[in-house]
């Protein structure tokens, strides 16, 4: 396994997703899973312009989220637009563990990313999800199939015990989708999200989209 990028950046996200990030960021590059430590996932990043509220990343003392390593060649403009509502902060190489996925690589992978530059989206503004500005499940469908594909149901359930904020405000838009970057999943696949978010939000409730 050898790692030939200078830039990297942990999506934890709708990054996650391949589809959603090949076909609007440009990113054709595996994803590889890992633990980012001290910082919180959260439904907390407002996006004024498209109306929603989207997962964000916060510094917290102890916490700890799941995401994935995905090069890239450069921060790129797709990039930048895209995480407008973030600010792109710089890791080390101390923040984030592949032991958990990944225990016979961990060591020579962390040893390659010394000298690159890896990269957080971290969150600019903290504001709870509302009915102005709800989560909406295209969002959530992304970010889960993602989940799926890097690491299976059980980094999917990670990702929903790791992040707060479960109980605002939340829209089934799955018919007409207000994610712009929604990725492409079938009934099958949306079936089997719906079955892991209910095994662990047993109380979901949703407004009408």
């Not at 440009?26 to 407002?46: C, D, F």
């Not at 957080?120 to 509302?130: G, R």
Request: net charge negative; proline share 2%; aromatic share 10%.
């Amino acid at each position: 396994m050898k790692l030939i990028h200078q830039d990297y950046i942990v999506g934890y996200g709708s990054l996650l997703s391949h589809d959603s990030r090949l076909n609007h960021s440009q990113i054709n590059e595996k994803a590889y899973p890992l633990e980012l430590r001290g910082w919180q996932r959260s439904w907390v990043t407002r996006s004024l312009e498209e109306k929603q509220t989207y997962v964000g990343a916060t510094r917290q003392l102890g916490a700890m989220m799941n995401g994935a390593l995905i090069p890239t060649q450069e921060i790129t403009l797709e990039l930048e637009e895209r995480e407008s509502d973030y600010r792109f902060t710089r890791l080390t190489v101390d923040d984030f563990s592949f032991e958990a996925y990944l225990p016979e690589a961990e060591s020579l992978l962390k040893e390659q990313l010394v000298s690159s530059n890896i990269w957080v989206c971290e969150t600019l503004m903290v504001n709870n999800a509302d009915d102005n500005y709800p989560v909406n499940q295209s969002y959530v469908d992304t970010c889960l199939i993602g989940c799926l594909e890097v690491g299976g149901s059980a980094f999917a359930m990670q990702f929903i015990k790791q992040t707060l904020g479960w109980d605002n405000a939340w829209v089934n838009d799955r018919i007409a989708k207000r994610y712009p970057r929604y990725a492409r999943i079938s009934e099958v696949d949306q079936a089997r999200i719906d079955s892991e978010l209910d095994s662990i939000l047993h109380h979901r409730s949703e407004l009408a989209a």
